[in-house]
């Protein structure tokens, strides 16, 4: 998270918990992406906790290094493909799921520019009034911001899963108070928004309870 190591432990712990009981929830292997989004939120809150731990005294040590590249993957990379393709998933409604069939190409195209410019670019961060700061060479254009969010965010505004719209409500709020109140931290501030709605997954296995194993003949 964007204030302090502890809050970064402590939203991991509960994001992953959450996550954890998610997938012991799921029916079948199609639910499995959507469960797993608060545990991997969770992964994430760990390496920026890390990096709160390691970035005063070693920035350009390997491991903070690492770990930089490590959370800006995550931040820009894997969300803009990996969330579509979860929300997709589960969408029965054949309308929507080609709608969001396009915001996943759109959100893999993103990713795949994001990953050139993590691969060839440098990154950086460091802590600035109590905020992470990450730093890359690749400049977020209106437009680049705009595809980011159409893979990111819209499917899930999309769906007709009472919980997983409230997911994209919650995450794309974030980006728009983070967008104009903590531009210069945006990477850190609204990935704690998104980790934070992940776990209004929870909603949707709690209103599907998971199959019952078929009876012995």
Not at 8 to 32: I, M
Not at 44 to 49: A, F, H, L, M, Y
Not at 157 to 169: C, D, E, I, M
Not at 198 to 206: D, H, I, K, N, R
């Amino acid at each position: 998270m964007c204030f302090s190591p502890t809050a970064s432990f402590v939203t991991a712990a509960v994001t992953g918990t959450a996550g954890l009981f998610a997938l012991s929830r799921t029916r079948n292997w199609h639910e499995w992406p959507i469960a797993a989004m608060p545990l991997i939120f969770a992964v994430q809150q760990c390496i920026e906790g890390a990096l709160w731990l390691t970035l005063p005294d070693a920035a350009d040590q390997p491991l903070a290094v690492g770990l930089v590249g490590m959370f800006l993957f995550f931040a820009q990379v894997f969300w803009p493909t990996y969330a579509p393709l979860a929300v997709l998933l589960i969408e029965p409604h054949k309308g929507r799921r080609r709608t969001m069939l396009a915001c996943l190409a759109v959100g893999a195209v993103t990713s795949a520019y994001l990953l050139w410019g993590l691969v060839s670019h440098g990154q950086s961060a460091a802590i600035v009034n109590d905020h992470i700061v990450y730093g890359t060479e690749v400049k977020f254009s209106v437009i680049l911001g705009l595809a980011y969010l159409v893979g990111a965010c819209v499917p899930a505004l999309l769906s007709t899963h009472r919980a997983v719209l409230a997911v994209g409500v919650v995450v794309m709020v974030g980006a728009t108070v983070t967008f104009f109140a903590y531009w210069e931290w945006f990477a850190s501030v609204w990935c704690f928004f998104a980790a934070a709605a992940s776990a209004l997954v929870l909603l949707y296995f709690e209103r599907t309870p998971p199959k019952r194993p078929a009876a012995a003949a």
